[in-house]
């Protein structure tokens, strides 16, 4: 089984800065055949279902700002929101999609 | 525009069963691999059940797994989760998702509905 962790728990960051947020698997999701990395990202507001922002450890989803940017690789992954903005206050999950699928415990962005 | 309606939430006792229901619209519903993903009040996500669009394979949490039955009707575009012998484990939002391709695997969630309440308890 893929376990999946996410640091921090929680962040707060001032308008206008860049929000970090790592995820790391237990077992390296990378497959060499195709050079993929079997990783996705989604932000998830209050009382709203989870929106998909990155896949394959980097592609940004149609329409997703390009404020919102994910890198990594293997099994250390990180989403960065270079310049945060009120809207992107929500709780963030990675998921492996290497295996069964499987989400890290989600990090809470706040405004400082 | 893409569509997941979730329906058939509700409360139910310990042991007891409850089907749940995703309409889709605004695309090529049998062309896509479809899942449930659960969030236990206040928790994270958890994927419960996949079902494959062209290629139907199938597969299971192990948490749910000879309790839950996924299916689908490609002709009513719709999607559903026979949920047995449920337990209090089992309360969560129930989210309909949309597998990113139709492939006989899953992969990423590129759409998912509103969700639907379960509620296990005496």
């Known amino acids: 089984d893929f376990v999946m962790t996410q640091s921090p728990d929680s962040l707060a960051v001032s308008l206008g800065e860049r929000a970090t947020i790592n995820c790391k698997s237990s077992?390296?999701?990378?497959?060499?055949?195709?050079?993929?990395?079997?990783l996705a990202w989604y932000q998830q507001k209050p009382g709203q279902p989870p929106k998909l922002l990155i896949y394959?450890?980097?592609t940004r989803e149609s329409g997703v700002p390009d404020r919102f940017g994910g890198s990594g690789s293997g099994t250390d992954f990180t989403l960065t929101i270079s310049s945060l903005q009120a809207e992107d206050v929500a709780v963030y999950y990675c998921?492996?999609?290497?295996?069964?699928?499987?989400f890290g415990p989600g990090t809470k962005v706040d405004i400082k | 525009e893409v569509q997941l309606v979730e329906s058939g939430g509700g409360l139910v006792q310990p042991g007891g069963s409850l089907r749940l229901s995703c309409a889709a619209s605004?695309?090529?519903?049998?062309?896509?691999?479809m899942s449930w993903v659960r969030q236990a009040p206040g928790k994270g996500l958890e994927w419960v059940s996949y079902?494959?669009?062209?290629?139907?394979?199938?597969y299971y949490a192990d948490s749910v797994k000879g309790r839950f039955t996924i299916s689908r009707d490609n002709a009513k575009d719709s999607l559903y989760l026979q949920m047995n012998s449920l337990r209090a484990e089992d309360t969560a939002v129930y989210y309909c998702?949309?597998?990113?391709?139709?492939?006989?695997?899953?992969?990423?969630?590129?759409?998912w509905g509103q969700g639907t309440l379960v509620t296990v308890s005496s």
């Open positions: 998702a949309r597998d990113s391709d139709g492939s006989a695997r899953v992969n990423y969630f590129d759409y």
């Open positions: 605004g695309f090529s519903f049998g062309s896509y691999g």
């Open positions: 079902i494959g669009g062209i290629i139907s394979s199938i």
């Open positions: 077992q390296s999701v990378f497959f060499g055949s195709n050079n993929k990395n079997y």
């Open positions: 394959w450890a980097s």
């Open positions: 998921q492996q999609y290497y295996g069964t699928p499987s």
